[in-house]
């Protein structure tokens, strides 16, 4: 296992990602943050309380379980419980997805499905932790953490102290 990120660089990562959100986005009243479950969740929160702590804006977030959005479901070993979403109005707003690491695209691209089910958003961009390549659709990130060159059969793992207790990125063979 290769860790790329400790836990300060992560927390460095998270703050230079505000900041570049809070240049990007003129009107901070109409952003409406959507983390994915789970992980993108609570990196979406963390991005919620630094944007907060640097421009007292309280923008509201919510997380978005895409589970149900996949085009893959009949591919995976394993279908975990799917969690419900919590998405505040995002009619007429420019909505910030969050997600951990972004590979195939698959995810996102069933995170875009599942938006529209919730309204029609001004605009849509992407933050991801981590842009590890290897893109099955057309889609690509708006804002990056970290990008990683990585081979196909090495996997990206984030983890965040909500859930693992830790925050690092680490590359495993």
């Keep these: 296992m290769n860790v790329i990120l400790d836990s300060n660089e ?4 998270l703050r230079r990602l505000a900041h570049e959100v809070i240049e990007n986005y003129v009107d901070l009243n ?5 983390g994915i479950v789970t992980r993108g969740e609570f990196l979406a929160k963390r991005l919620h309380d630094i944007i907060l702590q640097i421009e007292n804006a309280d923008i509201p977030f919510g997380y978005l379980d ?3 959005y ?5 591919h995976r070993k394993s279908l975990k ?4 979403s919590a998405i505040p109005n995002i009619d007429n707003k420019d909505v910030l997805i969050v997600d951990d690491v972004l590979y195939e695209g698959r995810t996102i691209r069933a995170a875009l499905d599942a938006i529209k089910d919730f ?3 001004r605009s849509v961009k992407l933050l991801v932790l981590t842009d590890r390549g290897h893109r099955k659709l057309p889609i690509s990130a708006d804002f990056i953490g970290k990008t ?3 081979s196909p059969k090495q996997t990206v793992k984030v983890c965040l102290i909500e859930i ?3 925050d690092s990125i680490e590359i495993q063979d």
Excluded at 10 to 13: A, D, E, H, L
Excluded at 81 to 84: D, L, P
């Design 10 to 13: 992560v927390t460095k990562t």
């Design 30 to 34: 109409s952003l409406v943050i959507v």
């Design 66 to 68: 895409v589970t149900l």
């Design 70 to 74: 996949r085009d893959d479901l009949d």
């Design 81 to 84: 419980q799917s969690k419900s």
């Design 119 to 121: 309204g029609r958003p």
């Design 148 to 150: 990683i060159a990585t």
């Design 164 to 166: 693992d207790k830790k």
